[in-house]
């Protein structure tokens, strides 16, 4: 008996099984990437529901050019980095006592070092996390929360961070400083100057500011190169649990229903989303006609 008749059956089904376990395959890439779909969507559901606006399409156009993207990823860096830095001075003005607050400052200071004066290499490895455990201060009643929660965010942000720039840094793009946008100076410009109203009023605009931020992740990333859009995909779970935290605490600090100062600031922020702008940032709204026929 030739070796071809002892062994053409055994390979026969061998051959069936692997064929059988690649439509299994083929059937389970279709399952989880549907399942993946419809978690999105449900992750994005209360994000959009507290946002006006969406992303205006003129946006996302800009946003997808190619002489854009290195300009939105060193903008997308530094708004990863003003948002710990958002975070650490909620702290260091509420939370926290006087050693704490300067832990804060060295955590964040080799980020600051090289986003602000080119300091370093960009290898931040080994400062992900907090040397020293914060300390409340006894007399406000939120400060535990507050900094579970905030130092948690500082930490996911400093670790967008480093992803950014590491991803930057592999397509040879080099990082330069650039100006913020109005976006975040004009939500601020309505906050209230005193107490607890201001601290209120400054969780609802980081409130905001996690949301924008998620909602144009996921409208960003079916646009972009599978690199990026597994980038950013895979920041919506993140983003969509800071915006729910800076809420929660947002009404836990104030004594009154926060309902109407959210309705201002949703309206506030619909405009700064939607009117036109001077300069195409993360957070900018449209370039206006003339910026894009210049540009």
């Not at 299994?24 to 978690?39: C, D, G, M, Q």
């Not at 004066?117 to 507050?146: A, P």
């Not at 410009?189 to 107490?195: D, F, K, P, S």
């Not at 998620?214 to 597994?230: I, N, S, V, W, Y």
Request: a negative charge; aromatic letters at 8%; hydrophobic letters at 45%.
């Amino acid at each position: 008996m030739s070796n071809h008749f002892i062994y053409s059956r055994p390979l026969s089904n061998v051959a069936l099984c692997l064929h059988s376990m690649g439509d299994t395959f083929k059937i389970a890439a279709r399952y989880f990437t549907k399942v993946s779909v419809l978690n999105t969507a449900t992750l994005l559901e209360p994000i959009n529901a507290f946002l006006a606006v969406s992303t205006p399409v003129a946006w996302i156009d800009e946003a997808v050019k190619s002489d854009n993207l290195a300009l939105m990823l060193t903008d997308h860096l530094m708004c990863e980095l003003k948002a710990a830095q958002t975070a650490m001075l909620l702290l260091r003005r509420y939370a926290v006592d006087k050693d704490s607050a300067q832990a804060l400052l060295e955590w964040l200071k080799p980020f600051e070092d090289f986003a602000y004066r080119k300091v370093g290499d960009g290898d931040f490895s080994g400062q992900l996390s907090l040397s020293k455990k914060l300390i409340s201060r006894s007399h406000f009643v939120h400060g535990d929360e507050l900094i579970d929660k905030m130092v948690l965010l500082i930490k996911e942000e400093l670790h967008h961070f480093g992803q950014v720039l590491t991803i930057m840094q592999s397509r040879g793009m080099a990082y330069d400083n650039i100006g913020a946008s109005r976006y975040a100076r004009g939500m601020m410009q309505h906050v209230r100057t005193h107490e607890p109203a201001k601290l209120t009023d400054t969780l609802i605009c980081g409130a905001f500011i996690e949301a924008r931020s998620c909602e144009r992740f996921a409208m960003l990333a079916p646009h972009l190169d599978p690199e990026l859009d597994k980038f950013y995909t895979s920041l919506l779970r993140s983003e969509a649990r800071h915006f729910q935290d800076y809420l929660t605490l947002a009404q836990r600090v104030s004594k009154d229903d926060i309902s109407e100062r959210v309705a201002l600031f949703r309206s506030v922020e619909s405009a700064l989303i939607t009117e036109p702008d001077t300069e195409f940032r993360f957070h900018s709204g449209p370039l206006n006609a003339s910026n894009c026929a210049v540009a």
